[in-house]
Nanobody
Framework: QVQLVESGGGLVQAGGSLKLSCAAS????????MAWFRQAPGKEREFVAA????????SYSDSVKGRFTISRDNTRNTMYLQMNRLRPEDTALYYC???????????????????WGQGTQVTVSS
């Protein structure tokens, strides 16, 4: 059973940057599409970005497009989310997720992802 562990969250001022990491243990992230989601207090979990198994296809929510970049290094069993020009509305608990089916495409639906990390908190002050 693969375990996902997020790291890199923290407190940053608006306009600043953070880079999140999602490391896998007990299994490989290779050959699986992965994604980042986030959940703010009192709100539902929402899609942030997704990446195909080989990194060739990426997608983003409209709210982060142009500011966030998703990437992965399968040799390190790690996925990343580079977040630039952060805004207070980006404050949330950020989760990484992994699809179960090999070579399945990345999607924006949380219901397509079966493996989840515990989350890392990102707080952006104004």
């Amino acid at each position: 059973q693969v375990q996902l562990v997020e790291s890199g969250g923290g407190l940053v001022q608006a306009g600043g940057s953070l880079k999140l990491s999602c490391a896998a243990s007990g299994g490989s992230v290779g050959s699986r599409a992965m994604a980042w989601f986030r959940q703010a207090p009192g709100k539902e979990r929402e899609f942030v970005a997704a990446i195909s198994w080989n990194g060739g296809t990426t997608s983003y929510s409209d709210s982060v497009k142009g500011r966030f970049t998703i990437s992965r290094d399968n040799t390190r069993n790690t996925m990343y989310l580079q977040m630039n020009r952060l805004r207070p509305e980006d404050t949330a608990l950020y989760y990484c997720a992994r699809r179960v089916s090999p070579i399945a495409p990345p999607t924006s639906s949380q219901y397509d992802y079966a493996s989840w990390g515990q989350g890392t908190q990102v707080t952006v002050s104004s």
